[in-house]
């Protein structure tokens, strides 16, 4: 009896040991049947302060190894403006990039992926072949009697699945500010001056996301599977409202006011699942909004019960200080304790990594802060998929610039011209232009330049002049595509007028604006057409009937040249497929496309929007000309 006893006791240990050894293995955070706070909750539980304080850090790919993410747990990287791999990097090559430094996350303790951030905000501009759609100034345009969500919406998918082509989780868009001031240089990247208009605009997140389920909790982070990225509401909040329209100053602005323009997107993102948003580098009523702990954690977090992760913008806690990164100890106090769960670094992480911890044992800043950033940021890579799906899918490679988004693309330019003038009268409008005569002119410095034509945020953060940027078709070549093979297309960049009275042509299609720009760089006093425009405007429309595209990122000022041209197309910044152009300046397609923003007559008015006493543009919000489509010309 006694052997049996010791035989059975043996037995029982081994079993015992057994059960504890495969308890140990299981791992309820890997488990995806598992719920998701459980989850969340079992992994929070077995993470040190040193891995938690990782996970709040997104720092810029250049600094970015396997090495790196391994030895400090990062918890995200991202490409600033222009920063890849190589200069015209394949889809490949981006997605090798991207799983070298997810290899380095992975081989964790607890092995938590990484998420990686792009500047995706009119396609996926940074990368080589991509397709670029209209800035979304465009987009606002692209309605008849409304707008058109459902556009912007498949614009989102598209946009989505070319980023996942190169491996990319994560997308810094849509910018969803209310731009009142056409000075602001990143107006363009707004898509009204009307907060209804970009209400319903939001429809790009459930693009770029997946659609909610319907039984889904209302705040709670949303992103369907491996074909859909995590979008970024942006900028929290009122960037588009600065004084002067001057970038990341500050917005003089009552609650009511604020609430009433300002924040009704955010209302729209947040129900659609919006898994992140980016506060704004600017202030609001004299304070950062970087360290506003009322606005991001008291209403964004408190009130409108936002489940997601807030994050900083580039280096946005060093703008806190005047000068910036004066007094970091402090920045970082107050960005962290105002709410900002991620911050984009995005080089000096080392600092940001020490000084945070340093605070966080001398409980300067408290534990529950920490828990609370790292819950929300796990939370959406849950979500996400990323536990299971942590590594780029190499059959999306080819999904990269494909044919049905170029459509897309033409598609959306098409619908975001703005005809504002037509002819003499209504009985004598110029436009559709016939496709059969003898000769036209082209000109105008914006006619045959693809970086012109796709603005900033495309290979560069400021963007590019000339046609070796990326793939695409110039307005030059979509109309010599368009005419009928027996018209003769002259095409001279800034002719003389006696050029032009010489050259017996039918018509003339001028094609001018704004060069390049982003941001700061982009703030203008003047708003004036880019020299040579309005010379060439002159010399051409002077001598012959003529058509002028104005390619820009916002209204420009028109009005002194107007009497002289015969039709006026706002064209904004429409990306790659300059096709859509000729699609309607010919007659196609009809215009429909309405203005998103008031068109002013001068600087002088501003600032001046829809509704205010005030109010005497040269074109009202909501104006556009309508045309016909003709069968043949």
């Known amino acids: 009896m006694k052997r049996i006893s010791t035989t059975l006791m043996g037995i029982l240990v081994i079993c015992c040991l057994e059960i504890i050894i495969a308890e140990a293995k299981y791992m309820k955070y890997k488990d995806p049947k598992q719920p998701l706070n459980a989850r969340i909750k079992d992994l929070m539980g077995r993470m040190t302060l040193e891995e938690k304080i990782g996970q709040m850090v997104q720092i810029e790919r250049s600094v970015a190894s396997a090495k790196v993410m391994k030895k400090h747990f ?106 009142r001031d056409p000075r602001w240089g990143r107006c363009y990247e707004s898509y009204s001056e009307d907060h209804r208009i970009v ?182 890579k849950f979500v996400m998929g990323l536990f299971e799906n942590a590594f780029a899918d190499r059959s999306l490679a080819n999904q990269l610039g494909r044919q049905e988004h170029r459509k897309l693309a033409r598609e959306a330019v098409r619908k975001s011209l703005v005809l504002l003038k037509n002819g003499e009268s209504a009985d004598k409008p110029l436009l559709p232009l016939p496709k059969k005569t003898s000769k036209i002119l082209v000109a105008g410095s914006h006619a045959d330049n693809l970086g012109y034509q796709c603005g900033g945020w495309t290979m560069e953060w400021q963007g590019l002049g000339g046609n070796n940027l990326t793939i695409g078709t110039t307005i030059l070549t979509a109309i010599k595509r368009t005419v009928d093979p027996a018209t003769e297309v002259v095409y001279k960049e800034n002719p003389k007028g006696r050029f032009v009275k010489s050259g017996k042509f039918s018509y003339a299609i001028v094609v001018v604006g704004e060069r390049p720009y982003a941001e700061t760089n982009g703030d203008s006093l003047n708003l004036t057409i880019s020299h040579p425009g309005p010379s060439t405007i002159r010399n051409v429309c002077g001598a012959v009937k003529c058509v002028v595209i104005v390619i820009s990122g916002r209204p420009v000022i028109i009005q002194p040249y107007l009497a002289r041209l015969d039709a006026l ?21 009809s215009f429909t496309g309405k203005l998103p923003i008031t068109w002013i007559k001068t600087v002088d008015q501003l600032p001046m929007s829809v509704g205010e006493s005030h109010y005497d543009p040269l074109f009202p919000l909501g104006f556009g000309l309508t045309t016909k489509p003709t069968k043949a010309n």
């Open 74 to 179: 990062i918890g995200s990287v991202l490409s600033g403006g222009g920063s890849g791999p190589a200069k015209k990097a394949s889809a490949k090559r981006w997605m090798k990039m991207v799983n070298e430094f997810q290899k380095g996350s992975v081989s964790t303790r607890l092995g938590i992926p990484m998420i990686y951030g792009i500047d995706a905000v009119h396609g996926h501009g940074n990368v080589y072949k991509a397709t670029i759609f209209p800035h979304n100034i465009g987009l606002g345009a692209t309605r008849q009697v409304d707008v058109d969500p459902e556009l912007v919406k498949k614009i989102g998918a598209a946009t989505a699945l070319e980023v996942r082509a190169t491996g990319i989780h994560y997308v810094f868009a849509p910018c969803i500010a209310v731009c």
């Open 199 to 380: 209400q319903a605009m939001t429809e790009i997140i459930p693009g770029l996301q997946g659609e909610i389920p319907a039984n889904s909790r209302k705040g709670v982070p949303f992103v369907g599977g491996k074909t859909k990225v995590a979008a970024c509401a942006k900028h929290y909040v009122g960037d588009g409202g600065t004084t002067e329209g001057i970038n990341a100053d500050n917005t003089a602005v009552s609650w009511h006011g604020l609430l009433s323009t300002h924040m009704p997107p955010y209302y729209n993102s947040i129900i659609k699942g919006v898994a992140t948003i980016m506060v704004s580098y600017s202030s609001l009523n004299g304070r950062k909004m970087h360290a506003n702990r009322n606005l991001i954690t008291g209403f964004l977090k408190n009130t409108l019960h936002f489940r997601g992760f807030v994050i900083s913008d580039m280096m946005g806690i060093d703008w806190i200080t005047s000068p910036p990164h004066a007094n970091y100890s402090y920045s970082i106090q107050a960005g962290i304790q105002a709410g900002i769960d991620m911050v984009m670094v995005p080089f000096n992480y080392t600092e940001f990594i020490d000084g945070l911890t340093l605070m966080v044992k001398k409980k300067i800043i408290p534990m529950g802060r920490i828990n609370d950033a790292v819950r929300r940021i796990l939370r959406v």
């Open 569 to 589: 197309v706002a064209a904004w910044l429409p990306g790659t497929e300059g096709q859509g152009v000729a699609d309607v300046l010919f007659g196609d397609y």
